[in-house]
Antibody, heavy 118, light 108 residues
Framework: EVQLVESGGGLVQPGRSLRLSCAASGFTFDDYAMHWVRQAPGKGLEWVSGISWNSGSIGYADSVKGRFTISRDNAKNSLYLQMNSLRAEDTALYYC???????????WGQGTLVTVSS | SYELTQPPSVSVSPGQTARITCSGDALPKQYAYWYQQKPGQAPVLVIYKDSERPSGIPERFSGSSSGTTVTLTISGVQAEDEADYYCQSADSSGTPAVFGGGTQLTVL
């Protein structure tokens, strides 16, 4: 059974940093690209960042470019998101999502909540 | 930046057919994907590559594409189908994933 479990969310002040983690199991992690998708309270889905299976291709949404860094450790079956210079508008539930071989995201975690507030 | 446009809401009676559209300039060249999200839950992929249905998704869910518009069709809508639905695709400049604003499906 595929499982994606996010952790690392919490309350943080504007301008500070936070690191999210996603522990994957139930599939061959290093065969698949992985992504972070966020959802602000009461709002829609927003793609944040994605990383290829070997970290050779990485992309970011314009809203986080230069502040967030995605990475992965295939030996630990883990995905990460380093978030720096956090802003109030980064407040959201952050989902880890597995990319399907056919494109799209076929498995999602339950999310970890990040709240940026003073 | 690239946008996918969905109607904010669609309402249907049980047993009727619900159609949710998604429009975007790159859709003729990029596949579309559809997700169902119920309150307090993570999204679930219900259609991939415009019209393919993942295993475990009921046959009443189908997808189609025509020009710059893709459509999610739910035939014989059931109360359990009440949810938010999001389309997703890539744009032509390399952004791998863009989501539509979402459509709230209400089953009357």
């Amino acid at each position: 059974e595929v499982q994606l479990v996010e952790s690392g969310g919490g309350l943080v002040q504007p301008g500070r940093s936070l690191r999210l983690s996603c522990a994957a199991s139930g599939f061959t992690f290093d065969d698949y690209a992985m992504h972070w998708v966020r959802q602000a309270p009461g709002k829609g889905l927003e793609w944040v960042s994605g990383i290829s299976w070997n970290s050779g291709s990485i992309g970011y949404a314009d809203s986080v470019k230069g502040r967030f860094t995605i990475s992965r450790d295939n030996a630990k079956n883990s995905l990460y998101l380093q978030m720096n210079s956090l802003r109030a508008e980064d407040t959201a539930l952050y989902y880890c999502a597995k990319e399907s071989v056919a494109g799209g995201f076929d498995y999602w975690g339950q999310g970890t909540l990040v709240t940026v507030s003073s | 930046s690239y946008e996918l446009t969905q109607p904010p809401s669609v309402s249907v009676s049980p047993g009727q057919t619900a159609r949710i559209t998604c429009s975007g300039d790159a859709l003729p060249k990029q596949y579309a994907y559809w997700y169902q999200q119920k309150p307090g839950q993570a999204p679930v992929l219900v259609i991939y590559k415009d019209s393919e249905r993942p295993s475990g998704i009921p046959e009443r869910f189908s997808g189609s594409s025509s020009g710059t518009t893709v459509t999610l069709t739910i035939s014989g809508v059931q109360a359990e189908d009440e949810a938010d639905y999001y389309c997703q695709s890539a744009d032509s400049s390399g952004t791998p994933a863009v989501f539509g604003g979402g459509t709230q499906l209400t089953v009357l």
